[in-house]
């Protein structure tokens, strides 16, 4: 039975969700972080590992094929085993987080030779040729969440070292595709800017950043990513691109299904900005959502990473539709995470690959658990469960810092 309360958020006692969801996600909570734990590649004398850090970023669930984790999906997870310490208050959620940061942290380009790259991340390890610029918004995210978590003064740095090659970039007209090449030469392409859209989810590490330098510049660059994202906002409170694209989207519909964080960005633009015109738009695409019903196209990130932005738009206007919304569809959400299976290395996992074709022809996105799946539930379980403000954690949030 839900709580009585005329308002979705509380301080003191979180989103108004019933007591048995809120049970249920802290349970699921802890099985996945046990999860990321148990899974993840240490090292100890004499068996080194350069791979230390690094998570399954998937797994074929019929032959246990594994593929381990590249910069965004560690970081990413990073974020919600924070979340997941701050509600269960375990040191081995910040101990598994500290280690995959570690990978994260190898992965940061400060090497002179690489100048103009300087801040930004290798895509996967630290011998690859090239940089992610999305993908390295999701790792300064990561470092963020550990200063905010632990006051980590080196961590804000190499945040705010990313930050400022992003900005850079983006000052030079360079608005790069999925890679920037760095080796044998640093080879940046400029690109229609609607083709980099997933990069507008910097404003969350912006807002975020500004908050924790106290250097009001990144504000005003939460502010151009978030306004770049409001000229993706269609008349119906849809994000379209017009076209259609890959596992975004879905078949002859150009609405992106999993926005990459762009919604909570342009909450987070409102919440350190105070300009209603962020938050506004924030509340036209969660409405689409809600229009939306159960006509909606098979995305397994999809319902978990539209939990993690109702829950901050519930947070944001204290309005009821939201957290109405999370409960409806808070099955979806524990479903795709595997409790009954034994296996160690899937046990507490979520299910779902929607790039399944890309990694093995002819496997069904039901046949992997993937990173992807198992970070956007760390995190949106962190914020069903958190009792209060001060165990609401700030991954893919405007709030809880």
Request: some cysteine.
């Amino acid at each position: 039975m839900a709580r009585k309360s005329s308002r979705a958020w509380a301080d003191s006692s979180g989103l108004a969700l019933p007591s048995a969801v809120r049970r249920r996600a802290r349970s699921g909570l802890a099985a996945a972080a046990a999860w990321a734990a148990r899974n993840q590649v240490r090292h100890q004398w004499p068996k080194w590992n350069a791979n230390a850090g690094r998570f399954p970023y998937h797994v074929h669930l019929h032959t246990n094929e594994t593929m381990w984790s590249t910069s965004w999906n560690t970081a990413r997870t990073v974020q919600g085993l924070l979340s997941a310490y701050r509600v269960l208050g375990d040191r081995s959620c910040l101990e598994t987080a500290e280690w995959g940061l570690a990978y994260v942290k190898s992965l940061q380009v400060f090497a002179p030779e690489h100048a103009e790259a300087r801040g930004a991340f290798i895509e996967e390890t630290p011998l690859n040729d090239h940089v992610g610029p999305r993908d390295g918004v999701e790792c300064a995210q990561a470092l963020l969440d550990h200063f905010f978590a632990t006051g980590d003064k080196v961590s804000l740095a190499r945040a705010g070292a990313y930050l400022d090659w992003l900005i850079r970039m983006t000052q030079q007209g360079v608005w790069p595709t999925s890679y920037v090449y760095i080796l044998p030469e640093w080879r940046p392409q400029p690109v229609r800017v609607e083709h980099a859209w997933c990069t507008y989810a910097a404003a969350i590490p912006m807002a975020q950043y500004a908050k924790a330098s106290g250097n009001k510049k990144y504000v005003a660059w939460a502010e151009h990513f978030a306004g770049l994202t409001l000229k993706l906002l269609s008349k119906d409170g849809a994000f379209r691109t017009g076209t259609r694209w890959g596992h975004h989207s879905a078949e002859d519909d150009t609405a992106l299904y999993n926005d990459d964080g762009i919604g909570v960005g342009l909450v987070s633009a409102w919440k350190a900005s105070g300009k209603k015109k962020f938050l506004d738009a924030a509340v036209a695409n969660g409405e689409w959502w809600i229009s939306k019903g159960s006509d909606l196209p098979e995305n397994w990130a999809m319902p978990l990473a539209v939990a993690i932005f109702m829950a901050d738009l519930a947070r944001a206007t204290g309005d009821l539709k939201f957290t109405a919304y999370i409960n409806g569809a808070a099955d979806g959400v524990f479903s795709r995470q595997i409790l009954r299976d034994e296996r160690p290395l899937v046990a507490g996992a979520f299910r779902g690959e929607d790039m399944a074709e890309h990694y093995m022809a002819g496997s069904a996105r039901s046949d992997f658990i993937s990173l992807r799946c198992v970070s956007y539930g760390l995190i949106a379980l962190g914020k069903l469960a958190a009792p209060d403000s001060r165990r609401w954690g700030p991954a893919y949030s405007a709030f809880g810092f």
